[in-house]
């Protein structure tokens, strides 16, 4: 979890639990989803914090986390009331933050992006790559990250787009 170079997170119990809720959840994302997503959020906004205190890249930044409970809405792991929860949540975790300066997208057609998955073999993602739920999945999150780069994008943030369908893994 290096933020920059000489700076480097050790978030000891937050990953863990983020780890342990991420395996449960692939068991059983109606029972996790909940859990999963609101452990990630807040690791996420520990991880921010950290960032603006010394500078540095984020794979992921916290806005973007809404899209992959919006995903599992969609798919009916968690209800409307839960979702809108998630919600009060996240956005009470991102009011705070300061948007970032640049955004890379790296963007990859479903089809691309189920390959690499396969071809990466990380325990608790083969659905994704296998099944027809896992490309819905995938569809959706798509869908999801084309919003948020726009409202970005709208909000004046420079948001650069690479397209790595045929870019090597």
């Given at each position: 979890n290096?933020?920059?170079?000489?700076?480097?997170?050790?978030?000891?119990?937050a990953e863990t639990e983020v780890g342990e809720l991420f395996a449960l959840y692939c068991e059983?994302?109606?029972?996790?989803?909940?859990?999963?997503?609101i452990a990630v959020a807040r690791d996420?906004?520990?991880?921010t914090e950290q960032l603006i205190a010394h500078g540095g890249i984020m794979e992921r930044f916290l806005p973007e986390d809404i899209v992959f409970m919006w995903a599992n809405y969609v798919q009916g792991n968690v209800t409307l009331d839960q979702f809108m929860e998630y919600r009060r949540e996240?956005?009470?975790?991102t009011r705070s933050v300061p948007?970032?300066?640049v955004v890379v997208w790296l963007q990859a057609?479903?089809?691309t992006c189920q390959g690499r998955i396969r071809e990466r073999g990380r325990a608790g993602e083969e659905w994704l790559a296998k099944t027809e739920?896992?490309?819905d999945y995938l569809t959706i999150l798509d869908a999801g990250y084309t919003e948020v780069m726009s409202h970005l994008m709208r909000?004046?943030?420079a948001v650069l787009t690479v397209d790595c369908t045929s870019a090597p893994a």
């Open positions: 290096s933020l920059s170079e000489g700076h480097v997170t050790t978030l000891g119990a059983d994302p109606k029972q996790y989803a909940m859990a999963f997503q996420r906004k520990l991880k996240h956005d009470a975790l948007a970032p300066d057609d479903v089809p739920g896992g490309k909000s004046g943030a």
